[in-house]
Antibody, heavy 118, light 108 residues
C-alpha cells in the first residue's frame, strides 16, 4: 500500500525557516517524481514544487522561487521542502504527492499544517 | 502564467448529472487531471489524461477535453459526491503544474 506521511509543520514567525519531510513507503520511491502542493485555509490547491526521480529536474511556483528548496533522499525514501523567509501568505496545509506519467498526482499524503504568524 | 478557470459552485439533485468545466487557453492540447477533495481530507485523483479513471473510481465519473474547455461529468450523482473538485494540467511553457480555481459541488 502506497503511503506518504508528512511531518515538520508548525508555528513559525515571519522571516523564519522550516523544513518539511515526507516519508514514502509501499512503492519504489526512486522511480517517481514527487511534488509539494499547498492549500491555504479555506482556499484552493496551489502547486509548490516538483522534483524528478533522480533530482535532475526541479521546478518551483513563482510564489516560492528563491525561498523554498525541494530535495529528496532516495536511500531514505524521503522528500523534503526547506522553507526560508516565510511569510504570512505561506500559511497552509502542505501535501506531498506522487507524480505519475503526464504529471498526474496519483497518491497524496494527509498534509502538515504550517502557520506563519508573529 | 497559465490560468485554469472553474465555476465556483455547481448544484445538482441526487440522481442527476453534474458537469464541471475547466477553461484554459487551448487546454485541449494538454492532459487534464481531476481531483475530488472532501472536507478535512487530502485530494483524490478521479480522472486522469482527460478521460481515464484510476482503479476504484466509479464509472459515473467521466471526462472530456476539447478546444478551450475540459469537463468533468458526474452521472447519477450521490450524496457522497459532495466535495470540491479541481482540474490540473502541466504547463510546459513555464514548467509548472497548474490547478484550477476549484468547484464546490452541492447535492441538493
Amino acid at each position: 500500500e502506497v503511503q506518504l506521511v508528512e511531518s515538520g509543520g508548525g508555528l513559525v514567525k515571519p522571516g523564519g525557516s522550516l523544513r518539511l519531510s515526507c516519508a514514502a513507503s509501499g512503492f519504489t520511491f526512486s522511480s517517481y517524481s514527487m511534488n509539494w502542493v499547498r492549500q491555504a485555509p479555506g482556499k484552493g490547491l496551489e502547486w509548490v514544487s516538483s522534483i524528478s526521480s533522480s533530482s535532475s529536474y526541479i521546478y518551483y511556483a513563482d510564489s516560492v522561487k528563491g525561498r523554498f528548496t525541494i530535495s529528496r533522499d532516495n536511500a531514505k525514501n524521503s522528500l523534503y521542502l526547506q522553507m526560508n523567509s516565510l511569510r504570512a501568505e505561506d500559511t497552509a496545509v502542505y501535501y506531498c504527492a506522487r507524480d505519475f506519467a503526464a504529471r498526474r498526482l496519483d497518491y497524496w499524503g494527509q498534509g502538515t499544517l504550517v502557520t506563519v504568524s508573529s | 502564467s497559465y490560468v485554469l478557470t472553474q465555476p465556483p459552485s455547481v448544484s445538482v439533485a441526487p440522481g442527476q448529472t453534474a458537469r464541471i468545466t475547466c477553461g484554459g487557453n487551448n487546454i485541449g492540447s494538454k492532459s487534464v487531471h481531476w481531483y475530488q477533495q472532501k472536507p478535512g481530507q487530502a485530494p483524490v485523483l478521479v480522472v486522469y489524461d482527460d478521460s481515464d479513471r484510476p482503479s476504484g473510481i466509479p464509472e459515473r465519473f467521466s471526462g472530456s477535453n476539447s478546444g478551450n474547455t475540459a469537463t468533468l461529468t458526474i452521472s447519477r450523482v450521490e450524496a457522497g459526491d459532495e466535495a470540491d473538485y479541481y482540474c490540473q494540467v502541466w504547463d510546459s511553457s513555464s514548467d509548472q503544474n497548474v490547478f484550477g480555481t476549484g468547484t464546490k459541488v452541492t447535492v441538493l
